[in-house]
């Protein structure tokens, strides 16, 4: 088995689609429309997706206010400097600095313009 989706219920799943497809360089693979305006979006191999949907049926998260440490959603860089500054001109907001772990990985946190966190991280070694 591998992992096909991972599914985030927000309030605008139109608006975030094309920002993510503008700037996190995504593709929109399916788009259902509909009631829920579910889009679903994968990366550049395809293997990973993200669901974005908006069902009128079931409560908003508020993501801004959870610590990024229990949800968020992790992109690969190999430039982390350009990728965080890049991200913030188009409405992130940086959350701390970049850090270096032990085995020499640099991360950072970030919020969309949803308050979705998004980590950037620049491996050591690549995990995948």
């Known amino acids: 088995m591998r992992i096909e989706h991972i599914a985030l219920q927000v309030s605008d799943p139109d608006a975030m689609a094309e920002w993510y497809v503008r700037h996190l360089g995504l593709t929109i693979v399916r788009h259902v429309g509909g009631r829920t305006r579910t889009y679903f979006l994968g990366d550049d191999g395809k293997h990973t997706l993200i669901e974005i ?4 049926d079931a409560p908003l998260p508020d993501y801004a206010t959870m610590n990024p440490l229990l949800l968020h959603i992790a992109f690969a860089t190999p430039n982390i400097e350009k990728s965080r500054a ?41 995990m995948v």
């Open 53 to 56: 949907y908006r069902h009128p």
């Open 86 to 126: 890049r991200l913030i001109e188009a409405g992130c907001t940086g959350v701390g600095e970049i850090s270096i772990t032990p085995a020499g990985d640099r991360l950072c946190m970030l919020r969309d313009p949803w308050g979705v966190a998004i980590q950037l991280a620049q491996r050591a070694v690549p």
